[in-house]
Nanobody, 123 residues
Framework: QVQLVESGGGLVQAGGSLRLSCVAS????????MGWFRQAPGKEREFVAA????????YIADSVKGRFTISRDNAKNTVYLQMNSLKPEDTAVYYC????????????????WGQGTQVTVSS
């Protein structure tokens, strides 16, 4: 079965950086899209970034473009979210997700989810 395990969250001051990791297991992910989403208290789950596992094609949400990047390491079966110039409004639980097929930005399009990792940005 597919397992996605996130790590790397924590408390950081505004302007700081964090790198989130998502280790994927349970199958070959070559045909998959891997996504990062976030959810702040009282808000809807929001798309952050996605990457096509094989081609490496990426898509970044406008709200984080220029500050966040997504990448993957095929040998480690790991997807990363590098977050720079963090702002208090980036505070949320960040989730890794996987779906078979092309890039999508809607949470309902993803089949597998990790447990989430908390990111808190203090002002």
């Amino acid at each position: 079965q597919v397992q996605l395990v996130e790590s790397g969250g924590g408390l950081v001051q505004a302007g700081g950086s964090l790198r989130l990791s998502c280790v994927a297991s349970g199958r070959t992910f070559s045909g998959y899209t891997m996504g990062w989403f976030r959810q702040a208290p009282g808000k809807e789950r929001e798309f952050v970034a996605a990457i096509r596992w094989s081609a490496g094609t990426t898509y970044i949400a406008d709200s984080v473009k220029g500050r966040f990047t997504i990448s993957r390491d095929n040998a480690k079966n790991t997807v990363y979210l590098q977050m720079n110039s963090l702002k208090p409004e980036d505070t949320a639980v960040y989730y890794c997700a996987a779906r078979w097929g092309v890039l999508h930005t809607t949470p309902g399009s993803y089949d597998y989810w990790g447990q989430g990792t908390q990111v808190t940005v203090s002002s």
